[in-house]
């Protein structure tokens, strides 16, 4: 990791960032020790799902939020469900009443919601989503108590890049435990800056916008050829902010994964380029850090990025839970030794530390302090299944789902 302060460090960090990139080494598959875990329950139906991948689950003051969007019109596409600290849904699911798509000024007849990121923290909600049409797309989003019980009115941030696919990747917000927010996402195509042709723009600012001169505070970064998923996920660890993003080689078309941790306070920031010929799955916080995590050829992979600058792989990574002490425990197996995560107060963004087996792909877990939930997509639909420790087993929550 290198690591740099003041002056355009961001141009800085990108011509780093280029030179270090590195694949997994092969190392030999680790051998997991048994986890301790029942089979995997029934998901509860929340409701029906208008795009696959667009949902969230964050934690809150009092539990936990599911946010999606449903099928129909932009005026009804937006939902909401609650949950109590105890992983119990707290009654029905309902529309948040904000016309998702008039801030954005798309034609009527084929506006929709394609995307969506919401984040908790300091007793504040923030939520983002992309509304677009067959040609142009938008960045709008909107604030509210943690409650959820009012939100403003739909704020558009900036104009989004128009896609067809179905795939999480142009939009991400994260939050310090302050409340303090920041948004990115994947801006129109443009002229590249210091070189021929056209380049993807990735831009990162604070959410809700700063007013006046403070609002011009953002980063912007060029992208030649992003992946197709090309943000990989963010999140907020011990004053630090990482964000990640992937591209591909200007000359061989590799995948490389971009990961950035800023941190405000002493004006530090450090690129960390890897999962070289790997697909981005995400990023989670760590004990000490953020973990990376990617799809090599089949096999997962962990990234381990610690505060203090340490840098770590796992490959052929294998996650498992168990309880102890009545709390879930987290680990992932690889090369060296594992890394651990046990969930002692609310978390969320851990479903990539979770086995496949009780978080699918695209699926999003948290931690209420009390309950481990879990929503993913099931055909059609959202689902949840909501988990408690019972001595060192973790276990449906039958009573939640009722």
């Known amino acids: 990791m290198r690591a740099w302060c003041c002056g355009s460090w961001i141009s800085v960090l990108l011509l780093a960032a280029c030179s270090r990139a590195s694949a997994p080494r092969q190392v030999p598959k680790p051998v997991p020790s048994p986890a301790v875990v029942a089979a995997p329950a029934v998901p509860r139906v929340l409701g029906e799902l208008g795009t696959t991948d667009a949902f969230e689950l964050v934690t809150t003051s009092d ?59 300091g007793g504040h909600l923030g939520l983002v989503w992309i509304a677009q049409s067959e040609q142009l797309a938008a960045v709008l989003g909107s604030y509210a108590p943690d409650s959820a019980q009012t939100f403003g009115p739909p704020q558009r941030l900036s104009a989004a890049e128009a896609r067809s696919d179905a795939v999480r990747g142009r939009l991400s917000l994260s939050a310090a435990e302050t409340g303090a927010m920041r948004v990115a996402f994947r801006a129109p ?28 505070v953002a980063d912007a970064r060029e992208i030649r050829t992003p992946c197709l998923r090309m943000l990989a996920g963010a999140t907020w660890v011990s004053g630090t902010w990482y964000d990640a993003f992937c591209a591909l080689g200007e000359q061989d078309a ?54 203090d ?65 879990v929503v993913s997509a099931r055909g059609p639909s959202l689902g949840f299944v909501t988990y408690r420790c019972q001595g060192d087993q973790l276990v449906p929550d039958a009573a939640a789902m009722l």
Not at 200 to 205: D, F, G, P, S
Not at 266 to 288: D, H, N, Q
């Open 63 to 121: 539990g936990a939020l599911a946010l999606w969007v449903a099928p129909g019109s932009c005026s009804q596409s937006l939902r909401l469900q609650r949950f109590d600290a105890q992983g119990r849904a707290q009654g029905a699911a309902r529309v948040l009443g904000l016309d998702a798509c008039a801030a954005a000024a798309l034609p009527a007849a084929d506006a929709r919601v394609s995307e969506l990121a919401a984040t908790a923290a």
């Open 189 to 216: 195509v443009a002229r590249c800056v210091g070189q021929s042709g056209d380049c993807a723009q990735l831009v990162t600012q604070a959410y809700p916008p700063l007013a006046g001169a403070a609002a011009r």
């Open 254 to 307: 590799i995948p490389t994964t971009q990961v950035y941790a800023i941190r405000p306070e002493i004006s530090y920031a450090a690129a960390v380029p890897t999962l070289r010929e790997c697909m981005p799955l995400g990023l989670s916080p760590a004990p000490k850090g953020a973990v990376m995590w990617g799809d090599c050829a089949g096999e997962r992979t962990a990234h381990v990025i610690t505060l």
């Open 309 to 373: 600058g340490r840098e770590r792989t796992l490959a052929h990574a294998i996650t498992d839970i168990r309880c102890a002490g009545g709390r879930p425990l987290l680990r992932v197996s690889g090369e060296g030794d594992p890394l651990e995560l046990k969930l002692d107060e609310p978390r969320d963004r851990i479903e990539l530390w979770l086995p496949t087996a009780l978080a699918p792909a695209g699926a999003r877990a948290v931690f209420t302090g009390s309950r481990l939930i």
